[in-house]
């Protein structure tokens, strides 16, 4: 059975800091890219970051350059989502995902989902 687990969402001031953790079983890790997306009230879901379970290469988008940063352990199947300087906007709820391709965050190419975990940035 596939699964990808998210967890480390909460309630967190602006410019705190919080962990996503992402638990894949049930496929091959190496053969997938792990994104994360969000979706925040109001808005649609939007890709932020993704990372080649085979060769860690990463892709990423400008809201969250220089805040996020994105980590694998491939013995453990787990993907981190540092998120750092917290904003009120980046208040959603966050998803991972595995796809086939991670440069455009297409949702297209995502092949299995996660459950969301909820982040809230309070002003």
């Known amino acids: 059975e596939v699964q990808l687990q998210a967890s480390g969402g909460g309630l967190v001031q602006a410019g705190g800091s919080l962990r996503l953790s992402c638990v894949a079983s049930g496929f091959t890790f190496d053969d997938y890219h792990i994104g994360w997306f969000r979706r925040a009230p109001g808005k649609e879901r939007e890709g932020i970051f993704s990372i080649s379970g085979r060769d860690g290469s990463t892709y990423y988008t400008d809201s969250v350059k220089g805040r996020f940063t994105i980590s694998s352990d491939n013995a453990k199947n787990t993907v981190y989502l540092q998120m750092n300087s917290l904003k009120p906007e980046d208040t959603a709820v966050y998803y991972c995902?595995?796809?086939?391709?991670?440069?455009?965050?297409?949702?297209?190419?995502?092949?299995?989902w996660g459950q969301g975990t909820q982040v809230t940035v309070s002003s």
């Open positions: 995902a595995a796809l086939g391709s991670g440069r455009y965050f297409r949702e297209s190419d995502v092949e299995y």
